[in-house]
């Protein structure tokens, strides 16, 4: 980026699109991403989250907080993931993992990166309720402007 901003924020609108994975599923997730950056204090915040019901009834949450380092950025990731769609019913939290990516675009007015989370969760059989623990994985990327 030939004119990175030094001073001020910026705000960005986009998807985080990704991949979740547990035992035995595999599926695609979309939502909506929301990141500020603030140049002058070298940070960068990300934020998405989605609810589908139908078909598929799940609500994914994700965090982000970046450091800025000329026109990259790279941090810490978490995401919470609950889906009642699936047999068994599946409550993901405490995934953790990292992000990374640039700005691109005229007075970095793009970003692009890409996450990465694992954690624990419970997986409960609604005909027997008792939970069992599972892990978990969450990978993908954000593209906003």
């Not at 978490?78 to 068994?88: A, I």
């Not at 990465?116 to 008792?130: E, F, Q, R, Y």
Request: negative net charge; hydrophobic residues 35%; aromatic residues 8%.
């Amino acid at each position: 980026v030939a004119s990175m901003p030094v001073t001020g924020f910026g705000t960005y609108a986009g998807t985080m699109t990704g991949r979740l994975a547990v035992p035995g599923y595999a599926g695609d997730v979309s939502m909506a991403m929301s990141a500020t950056a603030n140049f002058a204090g070298g940070t960068l915040d990300v934020t998405g989250a989605t609810t589908a019901v139908g078909a598929t009834t799940y609500s994914v949450g994700a965090t982000g907080s970046a450091t800025i380092s000329g026109n990259t950025f790279s941090g810490s990731f978490s995401s919470t993931v609950t889906d009642s769609s699936l047999t068994p019913i599946y409550t993901l939290t405490g995934g953790t993992g990292t992000m990374s990516g640039g700005f691109y675009g005229p007075a970095a007015n793009e970003i692009l990166g890409v996450f990465s989370a694992s954690g624990s969760g419970s997986a409960t059989d609604p005909a027997t309720t008792t939970p069992t623990t599972t892990t978990w994985t969450f990978t993908g990327g954000i593209a906003g402007q």
